[in-house]
């Protein structure tokens, strides 16, 4: 991702964070003083103006905060295509199986995100679980990387369905 990318990136992430507090109907001043402080008034400012970065971790406490589904706080129209142009793949299959044996704080984020999505979907069938190509920038950012590195990471973890060769 170039640098004017990332700012593209990030000024898309805080205009999200802006209208989430908007329609929570607080003020920056009002974030900060519910907050008891963590999220300082200038630096939420600076968030939302994309001046600065929001890391994974403070993104999902903020998310906690308002109240939101994680991905509620990312941009929702875009999906990057990849470096060489290849959009991502229509569909990824998530073994839940194998979710549910992982261990470690991905696997925890994850396992967190894929429960809104079965919740959202009323999807309960419990053995995999299909993603589609919005939920992977959620996923990209859940596990720090861009959406063209999120399917093999998923891979990588083990964490994707494997159909039975036959």
């Keep these: 991702m170039t640098e004017d990318e990332d700012l593209q990136y990030r000024r898309q992430v805080g205009e999200r964070i802006r209208q989430i507090r908007r329609q929570k109907r607080l003020s920056l001043q009002d ?4 907050s008891d402080s963590e999220f300082k008034a ?4 600076a968030y939302e103006r ?3 970065a929001i890391s994974v971790p403070r993104l999902q406490r903020m998310a906690r905060f308002y109240d939101v589904p994680v991905d509620q706080l990312l941009p929702v129209d875009e999906v990057d295509p990849g470096v060489d142009g290849a959009a991502a793949p229509q569909k990824v299959v998530m073994d839940l199986a ?5 261990e470690g704080s991905e696997a ?3 396992t967190r995100y894929l429960t809104i999505i079965q919740v959202k979907r009323q999807d309960f069938n419990g053995r995999v679980l299909t993603i589609r190509r919005d939920d992977l920038q959620a996923l990209a950012a859940i596990l720090g990387t861009g959406v063209e590195e999120t399917v093999p990471r998923l891979a990588e973890l083990g964490l ?7």
Excluded at 31 to 34: D, G, I, K, N
Excluded at 98 to 102: I, M, V, Y
Excluded at 160 to 166: E, T, V
Aim: proline share 4%; charged share 30%.
């Design 31 to 34: 974030v900060e003083a519910r």
């Design 42 to 45: 200038s630096v939420l400012g």
């Design 98 to 102: 194998s979710l549910r044996d992982a």
């Design 50 to 52: 994309g001046e600065r």
């Design 108 to 110: 925890e984020m994850i």
């Design 160 to 166: 994707l369905h494997q159909p039975d060769a036959g």
